[in-house]
């Protein structure tokens, strides 16, 4: 039933969103319900369908659909809700010809060869991102100030999504990325729509990037790497450079610290996906609220909270990225200092002569010896470069002059040193720190399993679903009609269609025998159909009972019964009394639907579902 269900081609979808929009027999335009949320709700229409699905409403007699699977087998064939529907988790069973039946989850097949998926870039996961913050300001009923968006904003923006998106290869493996493609559709046309009315959300999508002001740490650290150079006594230099070795030090130091952090978070387990999504505050986090609420102090109060909401899911990406930004900064800047040193070694040598020497109270000449030679070793391995002698240590120690190979030999040993330690480490892990953040920010993908996305998800991969209401012995006036589509609306959503076929006059249903049903359904098959009681009525068999058994004995596929009680609980009242009243009303259908093999939905009792 649920590949009966999700079958059709998404070719077919065009089609189905003009025919949902032409002016219908009776004149009345198709209107289109707004996207409802999930409501976590059960009965036979998810279980006829598989998932809470939304819905388009169209009214007039049922377009032509393509032909859906019997009780005698199901069709195969992909389509974007055969794709889609594999990111929902269907229920246990689903009502198939009116017993309850396994349901088996879609079929993900291998992403076949030549086939790519595009992940989504920043932008666009920031635009995606404000379109939740808008769509989450619109439900927000407290709120005194005008929305930035409409309902009818939301139903042309998803139309538009699914008109503009090509038509995906069916049964690959990348739903995932098919659904953030229409995601990113929709939220362009959402933030247009908003931004006509507020302008000033244009500096929430495309804010100034304080990254790019970041270069002048690197710049800083090379003038003061230079500069330090000149703040010790440049005629007199010892042999073991203490501020040096210092850095070099430092710089082998976290090394080793972050060689150590690494291997204990491959070995620690992972952590979950909800728990990565909620990372602990940056340092510099109080000081960015700070900015982000004085930026958008004079602005307007919709654009706060707007921000407000889309601050809560773009945090985790931000400092995630952040942290790589400034990593990457920070390395540069490192590289950049011992550059400075280096640089003002080798200029100021050219205009003074380095006095090279050595003073200690605890080492002595042999000491000093193993000791320049341990720092001088890459130099000898990679230039070259001849040992230090104890001769020549021992002449150091009196500081002489005229020592112009002592000196040349000092700075090459020691520019090489400060090279190998801190410039090409630094520079590498720069670049590192750099290329992630740049993939982070090419490849993100949305928190598809978060409820406002399922909702999303169900949205698009119920494109292809029908839904045909039958009315017994009732006109279905506009009012009527609208409370069908809010209660459509809570269990479905916005992207299905609803068709309301004749109404069965009472007394009808002997003299069709049946025919009624089958002339309805002889062209076309909806995947769900509903018979549409009113609850005023007080079940008989002799007339209900008799259209139960032909709506359950000539109706195929997926199969409801609805009782419309709007009218009813308006007619009793809000008290206890009235709701017990109801109540029993309720219970005696719902008893009488059973009784014949099916299940029971109530429109507009405002009661708890059975």
Same mark, same amino acid.
């Given at each position: ?10 070719? =077919? ?11 219908? $027999? &009776? ?8 996207s ?27 377009? $032509? ?95 538009? !999504?699914?008109?503009? &998106?090509p ?9 995932? =990325? ?31 990037? /304080?990254a ?29 450079? %203490? ?71 773009? *945090?985790?990406?931000? +400092? ?5 930004l ?8 490192a ?33 000093m010896?193993?000791?320049?030679? *341990?720092?001088?070793?890459p ?11 104890? $001769? ?11 020592? +112009? ?6 700075? %090459? ?15 590498l ?12 920010s ?26 045909l209401v039958? @009315? ?15 209660? /459509? ?12 076929? @004749? ?14 049903? =089958? ?23 002799? *007339? ?12 195929n596929?997926?199969?409801? /019964? ?6 009813? !609980? ?12 109801l109540? $029993? ?14 299940h !029971?939905?109530?429109?507009? *009792? ?5």
């Amino acid at each position: 039933m649920q590949s009966a269900m999700l079958s059709l081609a998404l070719k =077919r979808r065009c089609c189905a969103f003009r025919r949902s929009r032409i002016l219908t $027999e &009776t004149g009345t335009p198709s209107s289109w319900c707004a996207s409802g949320a999930d409501k976590g709700k059960d009965g036979a229409l998810r279980m006829a369908l598989g998932f809470q699905r939304p819905i388009i409403i169209s009214q007039g007699a049922p377009p $032509e659909l393509p032909d859906q699977p019997t009780r005698a087998g199901g069709a195969q064939g992909g389509s974007l809700g055969a794709d889609l529907s594999a990111l929902l988790v269907p229920p246990s069973h689903i009502m198939r010809d009116g017993a309850p039946a396994l349901a088996t989850p879609p079929h993900q097949s291998p992403h076949p060869a030549g086939t790519t998926a595009t992940p989504m870039n920043e932008q666009q996961y920031r635009d995606v991102l404000l379109a939740k913050a808008l769509e989450q300001c619109h439900a927000d009923t407290t709120s005194a100030a005008a929305p930035l968006l409409h309902a009818q904003d939301l139903r042309a923006a998803t139309e538009k !999504a699914l008109h503009e &998106t090509p038509t995906p290869r069916s049964g690959t493996a990348a739903q995932p =990325r098919q659904l953030e493609r229409l995601l990113v559709r929709r939220a362009e046309h959402l933030l247009q729509a908003a931004n006509a009315r507020a302008p000033g959300l244009q500096a929430l999508r495309k804010p100034p990037r /304080v990254a790019q002001w970041l270069w002048w740490l690197p710049v800083l650290a090379l003038l003061l790497g230079f500069a330090s150079e000149k703040l010790g006594q440049p005629h007199r230099l010892n042999l073991v450079a %203490l501020p040096l070795l210092a850095i070099v030090g430092w710089n082998l130091l976290l090394y080793a610290s972050g060689l150590l952090r690494s291997l204990w978070r491959l070995r620690r387990p992972r952590p979950a996906p909800a728990a990565l999504a909620a990372p602990t505050a940056a340092p510099w986090e109080p000081a960015l609220r700070w900015w982000s609420r004085s930026t958008l102090a004079m602005q307007d109060e919709r654009l706060r909270k707007v921000y407000q909401h889309f601050v809560q899911d773009w *945090t985790p990406y931000r +400092q995630a990225r952040q942290a790589r930004l400034l990593r990457a900064w920070l390395h540069l800047g490192a590289a950049a200092l011992a550059l400075g040193m280096i640089a003002a070694m080798w200029v100021t040598g050219m205009f003074v002569e380095y006095r090279i020497g050595w003073e200690s109270t605890w080492l002595s000449a042999p000491q000093m010896q193993a000791l320049a030679n *341990t720092l001088s070793w890459p130099a000898q391995q990679l230039l070259g470069m001849a040992p230090w002698s104890i $001769e020549q240590i021992e002449r150091l120690q009196a500081w002489p002059a005229g020592q +112009q190979q002592s000196g040349q030999q000092w700075i %090459l040993a020691y520019s090489l040193l400060l090279a190998l330690v801190v410039v090409v480490p630094r520079l590498l892990l720069a670049a590192w720190h750099w290329s992630a953040a740049l993939r982070q920010s090419r490849a993100l993908h949305l928190p598809l399993a978060e409820p406002y996305f399922q909702g999303l998800v169900r949205d698009f991969s119920s494109d292809a679903t029908h839904i045909l209401v039958l @009315p017994f012995s009732m006109s279905l006036d506009e009012a009527r009609q609208q409370h069908i589509r809010h209660f /459509v609306q809570q269990q479905f959503g916005a992207a299905a269609h609803l068709h309301f076929g @004749p109404s069965l006059a009472y007394g009808d249903q002997a003299s069709h025998g049946g025919n009624y049903f =089958r002339n309805t359904l002889e062209a076309h098959t909806p995947s769900l159909q509903a018979l549409l009681f009113n609850l005023s009525a007080t079940p008989e068999e002799e *007339t209900h009972g008799s259209v139960l058994r032909q709506f359950d004995a000539h109706v195929n596929g997926a199969r409801s /019964v609805w009782l419309y009680g709007h009218e009813l !609980a308006q007619r009793l009242g809000p008290g206890e009394a009235a709701r017990q009243r109801l109540a $029993e009303r309720c219970h005696l259908w719902q008893t009488f639907v059973e009784h014949h093999g099916l299940h !029971a939905e109530f429109i507009g *009792t405002d009661l708890p579902r059975r």
